[in-house]
């Protein structure tokens, strides 16, 4: 056995195997893959092998269409069959929510490359001859979908990476890792050592086995699923016998289960509620092929469905169930990419859907790991985008939702209830008072919109679907309110955020922004640290506020941050809280160790209330000593300040382009920096606003967000950051030269603002395709409704030529496309009067 390497791929089911390939394609061939059992004997071996191309995730979605298209052309290569049966894939709909769903997401398919077409109920008929089409009012359907044979495909993949040198060991279990002083790594194996320069961990049900290794807590726990294999059916067999196409998989949504041709029978795979948690901490060492008992009892509600929509499974008999682990993360999507805290440790884990994903994963994890970037925005597959509140019970609990969502209504704003309330700010308690309707980011509970007290939607409002999977509302309040309908258009909670707006707008409002990232970069090496990893120039006089962006190494944008410098040698960096152990693994990678620097997390100590609004001087005014008009405090400084008998950091900051601070202050004295608050504000009528405001208000000053404007696929000037981008500062700073390079190339975008024209019920969400002429150009990135200026707005990137004010596109928003007029950016107070007065 090998003693070095330059890659030792741990794992070799479909994912991991793929992952040595597309090394070995890069052009690294110095790479090793340990198997501790056979390839494919942990969750790959049972899997039904379909190839869902369907996925919300714009990033996942690029995975999904890379993996159809290479396995189609790996077969080629080797040789080998991989049993791929391209038969398409049929989505069938019971009502307007999933048609809804299906609009939006044909829409995000188009920008991926993804084909779909709409199909009536009498098509559906005609692919599906078996089919019982009552009740449904649509479908749409994959041409190019299928299922592949999941051992055969890993042979393949074997065979293609062995062929390009790379080295596969069977039969040998990994028993530790350990990291190097010189971040390299030693493998060691019952075979014997590897040393190695990086590890890509591909251990399926045993993530968490391995992440305890090396002292991380990886967020995979894997859940039960069952699948069961008929006797043959007569019908099948004589389609068969004649020749006819085998049918398409069918994907019965609102019933939630899968249902193809097996052998002349069927596979039937529901996914139920109560399917269990299992190997909490991983498998025992000698698990191989392991499968559970069956429960058919879980998957009667199904089964009954299936009967009724395909008579002919209540005529054939139960041949085999498989109930097998499969691996699942909080929201469904793997993780992959770079571990947390450690160098060179790489994950390719928690694939709920590895078949699909195995190929597009890999893909993008070996130009990362090659050439330092992947070239697709992964941020929503990204390990770090999970907490160490991601503890084993929030797993469980998640895990398992997520699970039994994944045929469930996909909508936007959509906020699920398992694991929750968590992490919670001190006025929490106030504002639920108050009316909140909270969301989650990142574990932390944050205010969506406010509802009356006494508000509650009546079933007649809900309005449910008569299907088995109809929930179409948010979890009831504790006094079993229903206060919030989801859906893909203006749901009932739009008023109500157009008259928080219109308030923060007229009179004064505050914001918890608690759940904001915060952490103090001090030292003598301070400033000029900071100006190596970001583009703008660091804010030099105390005081100051800077708006800065960490490129990524391709030029495009990795983070945002605001910040302040509170003394000599100190500062403040406040980024997004959903960002918060990304962008956190980021810094302490790139800081010195030589002392010069010091870095210290402080999200948990510091509180953020945003006041805002024309008002907001004259109630922050009342409850401090320190002058706070314009010619004392302007806009874009900071200063500590008293309020009350209470301390705060005042920036004259916020992301709704209102007069207004952020109270940072000790997290400890919030309450009573609330309870100041809305005492002094109540002569000028102050009311509480949520995240929902703010999005709305953000859309008409044209803010970006990441990953929705800026992102690693579009360069810092692409996405519209010229004046936060000094190519002329005099350091390096991460992405310069990439920049530069890119500059010299072309640029192929911009951003561009859009009014959306004649909209009645739905706004823009982000991913739709923008068109000119018919033909696509770009894709919108956010979308809402802006109450301040009454128009429908959607931020997007089209190609450079479509970018002119006063350009006209076309938007597809679920299904129908509407005329888009490019507009001048920060449609609302574009000169800022409203921030500096």
């Not at 991983?282 to 698990?287: A, N, R």
């Not at 990204?382 to 797993?395: T, V």
């Not at 997390?601 to 907001?616: H, N």
């Not at 004259?652 to 601070?661: A, K, P, S």
Request: negative net charge.
């Amino acid at each position: 056995m090998k003693t070095s390497a330059k890659v030792v791929v741990v794992g070799g089911g479909v994912v991991g195997v793929s992952t040595l390939y597309h090394l070995a394609k890069k052009g690294w061939t110095d790479v090793v893959l340990v198997e501790r059992k056979e390839l494919t004997s942990g969750s790959t071996w049972h899997a039904a092998g379909l190839l869902p191309l369907f996925n919300m995730s714009y990033s996942v979605g690029k995975l999904h269409q890379y993996s159809v298209n290479f396995y189609h052309e790996l077969e080629k290569e080797t040789g080998q069959p991989v049993g791929f049966s391209v038969v398409s894939n049929i989505r069938l709909a019971s009502n307007e929510d999933r048609m809804d769903e299906y609009r939006y997401y044909s829409s995000v398919a188009e920008t991926v490359g993804v084909a779909v077409n709409f199909l009536t109920p009498e098509q559906v008929a005609q692919a599906w001859p078996m089919a019982n089409i009552e009740g449904l009012i649509g479908a749409i359907q994959h041409p190019d979908d299928g299922y592949i044979q999941s051992a055969d495909l890993t042979q393949a993949l074997a065979k293609g990476a062995r062929a390009r040198g790379a080295t596969i060991y069977r039969n040998t279990a990994m028993l530790d890792l350990e990291q190097q002083t010189d971040d390299s790594w030693v493998v060691k194996t019952d075979k014997g050592d590897i040393h190695c320069q990086h590890v890509v961990c591909c251990t399926g049900n045993f993530a968490r086995k391995t992440g305890a290794m090396v002292g991380l807590d990886i967020p995979v726990i894997p859940v039960e699923h069952q699948y069961i294999v008929t006797e043959p059916h007569p019908e099948v067999l004589r389609r068969k016998a004649q020749g006819l196409p085998e049918q398409a998989v069918l994907r019965d949504s609102d019933a939630g289960y899968y249902l193809r041709e097996e052998n002349g029978g069927f596979i039937l795979g529901p996914y139920e509620e109560g399917a269990p948690c299992c190997y909490v901490d991983g498998p025992s060492d000698q698990s191989e092929y392991e499968l559970f008992n069956g429960d058919l009892d879980r998957l009667m509600p199904h089964i009954e469905a299936c009967m009724t929509r395909v008579p002919a499974f209540a005529e054939v008999g139960v041949k085999t169930v498989y109930n097998g682990a499969i691996a699942y993360t909080p929201d469904g999507n793997p993780i992959v990419g770079p571990a947390w805290g450690r160098k060179n440790l790489w994950l390719n884990e928690g694939h709920s859907f590895g078949i699909t994903a195995a190929g597009g994963a890999a893909w993008q994890l070996a130009e990362w790991i090659v050439d330092g970037e992947p070239t697709v925005d992964m941020m929503g597959v990204d390990p770090r985008r999970f907490g160490p509140y991601a503890s084993r019970g929030y797993l469980r609990a998640k895990n398992e939702e997520a699970y039994n969502h994944v045929f469930k209504n996909h909508y936007p704003d959509e906020e699920r209830s398992a694991g929750r309330p968590l992490k919670t700010s001190p006025c929490y308690d106030r504002m639920k008072a108050l009316g909140a309707v909270f969301g989650s980011v990142y574990g932390w509970e944050r205010p969506n919109w406010f509802a009356p007290t006494d508000y509650a939607l009546s079933e007649s409002e809900l309005d449910k679907g008569d299907t088995l999977w109809n929930k179409n509302h948010s979890t009831a309040l504790a006094d079993g309110r229903i206060v919030e309908k989801n859906s893909f258009r203006r749901s009932n909670y739009f008023p109500f955020v157009g008259r928080e707006c219109c308030h923060v707008h007229d009179k004064v409002g505050v914001l918890d922004m608690s759940a904001f990232s915060k952490c103090t970069v001090t030292g003598h090496g301070a400033e000029a640290w900071l100006n190596s990893i970001v583009a703008n120039k660091v804010p030099v006089t105390i005081g100051r506020i800077g708006l800065c962006h960490m490129l990524s190494k391709n030029g495009g944008v990795r983070a945002e941050f605001t910040i302040y410098k509170r003394a000599k040698n100190s500062y403040y960096m406040v980024f997004a809280g959903a960002q918060e152990r990304h962008d956190w693994d980021y810094l302490t990678k790139l800081a010195p160790h030589d002392g010069s620097v010091s870095l210290q997390k402080i999200t948990t100590q510091m509180g953020v209330l945003v006041l805002a609004g024309p008002r907001s001087r004259d109630v922050l005014q009342k409850l401090t000593d320190t002058d706070l008009g314009n010619d004392n405090f302007k806009w874009l400084t900071g200063k500590s300040i008293n309020v009350g008998y209470a301390n705060a950091e005042a920036l004259r900051v916020n992301f709704i382009g209102e007069l207004g601070w952020e109270l940072h202050h000790p997290i400890e004295m919030q309450n009573y920096i609330f309870d100041q608050l809305m005492s002094a504000g109540a002569e000028y009528d102050i009311k509480p606003f949520g995240i929902r405001a703010m999005e709305s208000m953000r859309l008409e000053k044209s803010y970006r967000l990441i990953p929705r404007e800026m992102s690693i696929e579009y360069s810092a000037i692409e996405s519209g950051l010229d004046r936060f981008v000094k190519l002329d500062k005099d350091c390096d700073f991460v992405g310069k030269e990439a920049l530069l390079a890119w500059r010299e190339r072309g640029f192929t975008n911009c951003f561009a603002t859009l009014e959306v024209h004649d909209v009645v019920d739905a706004d823009a969400r982000g991913s739709e395709g923008v068109y000119k002429d018919g033909a696509l150009v770009g894709r919108a990135t956010s979308g809402g409704f802006g109450f301040r200026i009454n128009k429908s707005l959607a931020l997007s990137l089209v190609q450079v030529q479509y970018g002119a004010i006063g350009t006209h596109l076309e938007i597809e928003i679920l299904g129908k496309r509407y005329v888009a007029t490019v507009i001048d950016e920060s449609p609302f107070d574009g000169a800022n009067q409203r921030l500096r007065s």
